[in-house]
């Protein structure tokens, strides 16, 4: 079966307002208001594949030009406890606590660092790139005291490591890094959860998933994770400026029993939990403004991953296919992978070798000059050696772009001419 | 002089598309792209008057909805180091470091409490109603110690209570309100700023100016003002989502001299001021992804506020006149105003005391009834005695809107029925 596109729904009405405009005079009565969402179209601009901000659709440019809402009005109020239980089903839980708070993605880590873990107890990191190190840094100024165990450059941490580490102490909770976009590294969520639940099973599992929630498998239930945490600006396709986390009940017990304080006011479940328990029974309640346009437009979003087709499993598939058109092209000409093996590598993203005698100077503007956009490195052992091609949300869903098409060919001119 | 309204400068280009929609067979010809600012209109909605989230323009909303940038791609760069600059511009001051950081005004707090206060230091909060305490909540939880003077309800703190505090006690910082959203109180700022210099010139001076910047005259330099802190969503009349503040050299110097670790990790200025510096250097720099769409859009406001008629000055002047259209009204019909005296009264809002025998649950939906948004009360001590009307940003600016006569018109037909 091949799904459909999730923007056909909306099709119809824009071919039908073109054919309006084109073939009938009808348009010299109509008002040229531009107010519906069927006749917004965002400007031409060159395609946007880095592992995230990325390409985000019409819709939801659309509804994040919405007219400016009350945050506590009754047509605000059910958009948000929509967007709270839509989040719900997009990292696949029945009973997890979703926050949604203005901030970037970085605002969870202060969210798990000031609410999860006290002064004193023990963090265990699994580090896969930069974002594990940052990830670190938080947890620590928050006075958590942490124990890092650190894959090589493509590589990631032994189940057998996590096994005897997890023996030898006791962990409040254990981070690790869903995709870490410096490297593309893709670590066994399934697998690492397991594994604690097996050897120390009060301890907490965070998932970092900002670059892998709704372009990654993630079963968080089924899995077993306690947080995860993300933003808006990757897999689920909106413009960057909301923190987008889930908490376990087993991790709400924790902040519950907590006996040190809070060390957040920004970040704090005592201020955010009855916030987004008020809006997900329909009532309005304020500690800090939400960010309403942006609301708007991961409602947008949301309803399409959760809503429309394809299904989010048909989104994973997706997601599979446009990595390995990707990789494949990447593999014949001759591009090598930072990822050490392919099951390390995500399906979001591809984090590629240049060959030797090109860098990013060379390549990135090769790229730009042909309308695409890609990433330079970010993991500081090999900054200068690679670059980053993200393929998440509707340039891997939406085949009717021909996102991948696109890129492939712009990979194999650039590439292609140097063998 | 009547100052022209800012928006008059974009409507050449509305009219001559609604000329050739209406008139010509061209637009036959022409493709419907609605991808130019010209063009898009915001959908039609119930006018919002309420302090905060404002009325936005349509070229504000129209730049939310901006396609997907990378946040470090050459193209964005610039438009976030104008953001800086501007940013100065609109608190009137020369040296001011300014931050702008996802999230909602609330942050402003964690950053002035983790970066400018060390545990066990002491801080005076001025409280004029609710974000008195909630500021005051905000600073202990990083270990300030807080001693509150405290106005009673639409009072403001006299000149002489501060001096003694100030002579009593060894103050690290001092923070005011300026207009507190929750009475329409307005501090003296110049005045606080004045006696904290003479009295204790150590002491910084905190404005939290959620609800004054651009609707309220103020001037950072030269009353020495050491932080300004507020949000996108009120005067500065764009969606909300933005923590926008700006530290005086001296406030960055108490930063830089301190001892203890900054307390917090999304709200760290080590971490944001190379960002900022960076920035506004014309250089991309990477901490959290910036909210690359509400920067479009702020830079959108901002210059229009900064760069076009009416100037910030006419601004200052038009929110006096808008004020005064609504409180004379007011006081027509007998609704007294929250604030004890007309110099305590905001210019951006009002807060109106219903007459007796009246309440929200009257008198809101009426107004709803007529295509008005305003807000209930919000200060326990008078909560369901009282409602707040915001006149700030195009409201009050943009006389073609007619929005000030619409509110007026609403509240003689609303109140005028009843006396």
Redesign the interface.
């Known amino acids: 079966m091949t799904p459909r596109p999730p923007t056909l729904l909306f099709r119809p009405r824009l071919l039908s ?2 054919i309006n ?2 073939r009938s ?1 009808a ?2 009565l ?7 969402a069927a ?7 060159k395609l ?1 594949v ?1 592992p ?5 659709s019409d819709e939801v ?2 509804a ?10 009754p047509d605000f109020v059910p958009v948000f406890g929509d967007c709270i239980r839509m989040t719900r089903e997009v990292v696949l839980s029945k009973e997890g606590q979703p926050f949604l708070i ?6 969870g ?2 969210q798990v ?1 000031s609410n999860l873990i006290q002064p004193g107890e023990n963090a265990l990191v699994l580090h896969t790139g930069y974002f594990g190190d940052s990830f670190t ?2 947890l620590e ?2 006075g958590a005291k942490v124990d890092q165990l650190k894959a090589e450059v493509g590589g990631v941490v032994a189940t057998e490591e996590i096994e005897s580490a997890l023996k030898a102490k006791k962990y409040r909770l254990l981070t690790f890094t869903h995709v870490d976009t410096s490297t593309g590294v893709l670590s066994d969520a399934k697998a690492i959860a397991e594994t604690v639940r097996r050897v120390s099973p009060e301890t907490l599992v965070i998932l970092d998933g900002v670059c892998s929630v709704a372009s990654e498998e993630l079963r968080m239930d089924a899995w077993g994770i306690d947080v995860v945490l993300t ?1 808006s ?1 990757k897999g689920l396709g909106v ?4 923190s987008i986390l889930v908490a376990s009940p087993k991790a709400i017990k924790v902040f519950e029993e907590r006996t040190a ?8 479940w005592k201020k955010w939990l009855p916030i987004m328990k008020a809006y997900e029974a329909g009532k309005p309640a ?9 609301i708007y437009a991961y409602h947008t979003s949301l309803s399409a991953i959760t809503k429309n087709a394809p299904s989010l499993e048909e989104r994973f598939e997706l997601h599979r296919a446009a990595s390995k058109q990707i990789k494949d092209t990447a593999a014949e000409l001759g591009l090598k992978q930072l990822p050490l093996k392919p099951e390390y590598a995500a399906m979001g993203m591809s984090a590629l070798y240049f060959p030797s005698g090109m860098s990013a100077a060379d390549v990135l503007p090769s790229l730009g000059a042909k309308g695409i ?1 890609v ?1 330079g490195g ?1 993991h500081a052992a090999v900054k200068d050696k690679y670059f980053r091609v993200g393929h998440m949300g509707l340039t891997a869903v939406d085949g009717q772009r021909g996102d991948i098409q696109t890129v492939t060919n712009a990979l194999k001119e650039v590439f292609g001419a140097k063998k």
């Not at 413009?239 to 909301?242: C, H, S």
């Open positions: 307002s073109a405009t084109q005079p348009c010299l109509l008002p040229r208001t531009m107010s519906s006749e917004f179209k965002q400007a031409p601009h946007l880095i995230g901000p990325i390409e985000v440019l659309y994040n030009a919405h007219p400016s809402m009350s945050h506590v009005s203005a901030g970037s993605g970085t605002l880590w202060d660092a840094e938080c100024i928050y933003a600006q413009p960057p400026g909301l304080p809070v060390a957040s006011y920004y970040a704090s304020y500690f800090a403004t939400p960010p309403v346009n942006l956009v990433a970010l």
